[in-house]
């Protein structure tokens, strides 16, 4: 098998015609589709990727997901799969350009533009959130712009290669970041959970982008991670006085380092932008849209109105570049709160090979989604900005969390019953160990793993009945249908009752009903209750047939 394809090559039905570009993730061709006659858009995955077993059912599961998005800012899929050992998905072409290069050959876009724009992303992300997807690369090359004037019309595209959020961190097993450096939220790189919002702060840095005509931060790669985790976002600078305060206020509370601290929904920010453009009062009522493992990471039920403190005012000052990062120990940035030793790590490679773009993108695996292929000397990283000589940034109180700090995350690790009744991947680690399978009656295969703070997760299979939620002595406080990648959905409750542990807190049951009389349960509480909760969904939401 050739590593790329050359026009003429086939691929899912398709024909090569050219290449339109290439990232850190894969190659994106030009094609016709023989069987429809029609201009298609294939991406190709890397080989090194594609050839992980777990990244290849990640994929297919994931791609299942955003081709059922349907939303008219969201670039359709049309198919998806693996051919002669090459993962691939079929996308509708887009004629037209991207914000990336829109903005690269024309310059910071008018307010009013901008603001359009930002609603019509925004839609597409609430759109994915509600489906359970974090997209964990929103960037202006992922904006795909078609029409003009009143009829420009933005797209997302590259939702076939996101990652769950639940259990998840921007980094991967490898230290490898999930993100494009100029718009990657500080829990990307500190290794918190990731939810909705780390696309809100990365939709923020795109309109930061798209007004001044720059990222909000300058500099080396290990500078723009010291930035992102610890700098104030920059204040908009060559717009109205006016219109420059308001825009400030609506990017700096997307940009916030806390979530918490963030617009709940991207459909809030864009409609918050819009007003701040258009100097009118947003009176429309926040709440989140997303579900699953989207959904903000606090508390048992989700996020309904996020409730924390804005973010700090911000002084509208000249924009300086960032202070260098010093390779001397004594003088290295505060360390993040979790999860320190991926951070550090990256950090000291950077310095190792010298600090330079190329080098840092290498190590980091550079951008995740496709950029338009290169008609001079290629893509580079874009300069920093010019301007006084570079100071030591001024002392700054260390920012409090928002919420109580959690232990880091168990591993999980795929685990399939003797019975062959299905495969999830499951806690291993950190205190979580699993009991023998149980034949709890004739027809109910049971296995259940226990966590370090009495934490229990049940999974049962019932082969000859559809699982079923008794309410008797059970106090339902939610009940929702949620995206499950095998199956479409799952029903969720969360209640408290019986069992035992779930008598005097929080537990929830997942069902997923096959549609062929059988089904499956997967049960979670005692303990840490969030934590039995959480790791309850990540099971319910990985479980294949």
Request: net charge negative; aromatic share 4%.
């Amino acid at each position: 098998m050739q590593a790329e394809l050359r026009p003429g090559d086939r691929i899912a039905g398709c024909v090569v015609e050219s290449e339109l570009g290439r990232g850190g993730m894969g190659v994106v061709y030009r094609a016709r589709q023989e069987s429809l006659q029609r201009t298609v858009a294939v991406k190709v995955i890397s080989p090194a990727l594609a050839g992980d077993a777990g990244f290849a059912r990640r994929f297919e599961r994931e791609a299942r997901l955003a081709a059922s998005i349907e939303h008219p800012s969201v670039v359709p899929i049309h198919a998806a799969g693996e051919e002669d050992g090459r993962l691939y998905l079929v996308m509708r072409f887009v004629d037209g350009t991207d914000l990336f290069n829109e903005v690269a050959s024309h310059g910071p876009l008018v307010p009013q533009r901008v603001a359009r724009l930002a609603g019509q992303l925004a839609g597409a992300l609430d759109a994915a959130h509600a489906r359970g997807l974090v997209h964990r690369d929103v960037k202006p090359a992922n904006a795909l712009l078609s029409g003009s004037g009143e009829n420009e019309h933005a797209l997302l595209t590259d939702f076939g290669l996101t990652k769950e959020a639940a259990g998840q961190s921007g980094l991967t097993a490898t230290g490898q970041l999930l993100g494009t450096l100029d718009y990657v939220a500080p829990e990307q790189l500190d290794g918190r959970e990731l939810d909705a919002r780390t696309d809100i702060y990365a939709l923020g840095c795109l309109l930061f982008e798209c007004l001044t005509g720059h990222p909000p931060f300058a500099g080396t790669p290990a500078a723009k991670m010291y930035a992102h985790l610890h700098t104030p976002p920059p204040a908009v600078e060559g717009l109205a006085p006016a219109l420059g305060v308001r825009v400030d206020e609506a990017l700096g509370r997307a940009m916030a380092k806390e979530p918490a601290q963030r617009f709940p929904s991207a459909g809030d920010l864009g409609r918050a932008f819009a007003a701040a453009v258009q100097d009118r009062p947003n009176a429309t009522p926040e709440r989140s849209v997303a579900v699953g493992p989207a959904a903000t990471q606090v508390g048992v039920l989700g996020a309904t109105v996020i409730d924390a403190p804005p973010p700090p005012a911000r002084r509208r000052e000249p924009r300086l570049p960032p202070a260098p990062v010093v390779a001397t120990p004594s003088e290295a940035p505060p360390a993040p709160r979790r999860r320190t030793g991926l951070l550090a790590g990256a950090a000291a490679a950077l310095l190792l090979v010298g600090g330079g773009a190329g080098a840092a993108f290498a190590l980091l695996g550079g951008d995740d989604g496709a950029e338009p292929a290169p008609t001079t000397g290629g893509a580079q990283e874009p300069a920093a900005a010019p301007g006084p000589e570079a100071r030591e940034p001024e002392p700054r109180e260390p920012v409090e969390p928002q919420t109580t700090p959690q232990a880091d995350d168990p591993a999980f690790a795929p685990f399939t019953p003797t019975s062959g009744a299905y495969t999830v991947e499951a806690p291993v680690g950190d205190g979580w160990s699993s009991g023998p399978e149980e034949a709890v009656n004739s027809r109910l295969d049971r296995v259940t793993w226990t966590g370090p703070g009495g934490e229990t997760v049940w999974v049962d299979s019932t082969p000859a009945d559809r699982p079923e939620f008794l309410r008797e002595g059970k106090d339902v406080l939610e009940e929702r249908t949620v995206p499950q990648p095998a199956f479409g959905s799952m029903q969720e409750f969360v209640f408290t009752g019986e069992p035992d542990f779930c008598a005097a807190q929080n537990c929830v049951v997942l069902q997923i009903d096959p549609g062929d009389g059988s089904g499956y349960g997967i049960i979670g509480g005692g303990g840490d209750a969030e934590e039995a909760i959480r790791v309850a969904r990540r099971m319910g939401t990985s479980l294949e047939p």
